[in-house]
Structures are given as C-alpha cells and as structure tokens.
C-alpha cells in the first residue's frame, strides 16, 4: 500500500479456524485465539486500548463483538517493541452468537494505525523497512488452557511513502546559483482548489492529514535552494510558486508524478516519476 504520513488507513488481522467433524472444540471451556502483531517504529498504533473491530464469521453467519469483556488488548510491550496482543475467547464469543465452533471461523480483527515521521521514505525503487507482521498463538490442548500452539510468522505488509526533493534555482540549474526565501505550495488537483497542507519540521515539510494537529505553512525555499517533502502517498500533484522575490516572475507550475508499480509485494517501482526538481 501507498500512503502519506500522517494519513490514518487500518490493518486487518485474520485467523481461520478449521472445522471439526469430532466435535473437537467441545471438549475445551475456552478456547484462546491471540494475535501477536509488530509494527516497524515508522508505524503508529492510533488507539491504545481500543480496536476497531472484532468480527467473527461461521457457517454464513456474522457476529461483531462489541462486548471488550469478551477480548483483551495488551499494549505492554507498545513502546518498547511497538507491538501489541490481542487475545479473543472465540468459545464464549460463539456462544453468545449461537455458532457451533465445530463448523469452524474466521475471526478478523481491524485496527487503525498511521505512518509517522521516522517511516522511511522512498525516493527511488526498491523496498521499505515500514512494515508489519502477525503471528498467531491459539489453544490446542482442552485438559491444558496455558498450552498453545503457534503459527510461523506471516509474510510482512509493505507500506510505502514518498519523498519529493526540490530546488530552486535563479536562471541556471547549477551549484552557486540557488534562490532561498521563494514560496510554494503543493496542490493535488491541476485548479489549485486542494492544497496538499504541510508543516515543517526541521529542513523537512510533511503532510498534516488527519494524524496530526500541526498548522499549514507555505513552504520556502531554503539557503541552498531547497524545499523537500517527506512523505506524499502515490498520486499526481502540482507545484506552485506563491511567493516571488523581487525581480523575478514565477516559474511555470511543476506537475509532479508519483507511480508506483507493486508488481512485487516487497519493492515498489517508480518508473516514470519525478521525484526530484531543479526549479529555474
């Protein structure tokens, strides 16, 4: 997946439990289904003791568990490790639902999480290190209810952001020639109606979305010219020059294109973009 910094998507955790012709979920009283996730330190968890939702799924039938009696959510090890465990009791959720566990289920877990700004960033093809992975531990044993078996790791979900290099430039793109205190704004749409709000922090604009609480500003070039962004989801945008110095006439609008090719679930090519601008 492609997103912004700062933008809120979900994640969704699923476990499949087999069906029974033996019957075999009787003979437990509880029956534990736990996942274990881990998010790379680019990842945030948005909400600490709350998911968004907890469905299971059997023979057709559909029950959201809106009873957090029924689960746990143990953030313990959130900021250590950024990872979580949430441990569902499948048995007593089927009972209130009128399931038979022995027809089997799915159980899906959703929650809402956000890149940060120590995601890494892409600024040519290949892969990300923003990523996160889920193992699942379950009850396997109905005379033992601390005995649990456990499942590999699953394969990692790659999320991918972008970062756009600027530089602004008097009349020639070259070292010695750049142009500070020039103002931009990023746009999403080629009327200049949907400004993409930024914020600086440091020598870095990122996107507000709706993860953050900062204020927008007008980007400015810096002494060398330049004015960079961390974080742009995949799309088409349009650079426009907002504040003139003195003397000068504002450079044409820059579009700027951010394809991304998910061929491969663990690299991203950016064939066809522009990433970086020398801006005359």
Do not use: W
């Not at 945030?44 to 939702?53: I, V």
């Not at 799924?57 to 809106?66: E, F, R, V």
């Not at 209130?96 to 120590?118: C, E, Q």
Request: with cysteine; aromatic share 12%; net charge negative.
């Amino acid at each position: 997946a492609d997103h912004a910094i700062n933008e809120k998507f979900q994640f969704q955790l699923t476990a499949t439990l087999p069906d029974s012709t033996n019957r075999a979920y009787d003979y437990y009283d509880k029956y534990s289904v736990i996942f274990h996730d881990t998010l790379s330190d680019g990842i945030t968890y948005d909400k600490d003791d709350e998911l968004d939702s907890v469905v299971i799924k059997s023979n057709g039938n559909t029950y959201n568990i809106t009873d957090s009696s029924k689960y746990t959510i143990d953030t313990t090890d959130l900021e250590s490790q950024n990872s979580f465990v949430v441990n569902i009791d499948v048995k007593a959720c089927a009972k209130d639902a009128g399931f038979d566990l022995n027809d089997g289920a799915t159980i899906t877990v959703t929650y809402t999480a956000h890149l940060n700004d120590k995601a890494y960033v892409n600024t040519a093809g290949g892969s990300t290190s923003n990523i996160n992975k889920v193992y699942l531990t379950y009850s396997n044993n109905p005379k033992d209810e601390s005995s649990i078996g456990k499942t590999p790791e699953s394969t990692p979900v790659y999320v991918y952001t972008y970062q756009l290099n600027n530089t602004k430039y008097h009349d020639k793109a070259e070292h010695g020639n750049e142009l500070k205190d020039v103002g931009f704004r990023l746009y999403s749409d080629a009327d200049y109606k949907n400004e993409v709000e930024l914020y600086q922090d440091g020598e870095f604009y990122y996107p507000i979305k709706n993860a953050s609480n900062k204020q927008a500003v007008e980007m400015k070039s810096a002494e060398d010219g330049t004015f960079n962004v961390k974080g742009l989801d995949a799309g088409t945008y349009y650079l426009k020059e907002t504040k003139t110095p003195d003397g000068y006439s504002a450079c044409k609008v820059i579009p700027v294109t951010i394809k991304a090719d998910h061929s491969r679930n663990d690299q991203v090519n950016l064939e066809g973009s522009n990433l970086t601008n020398d801006i005359v």
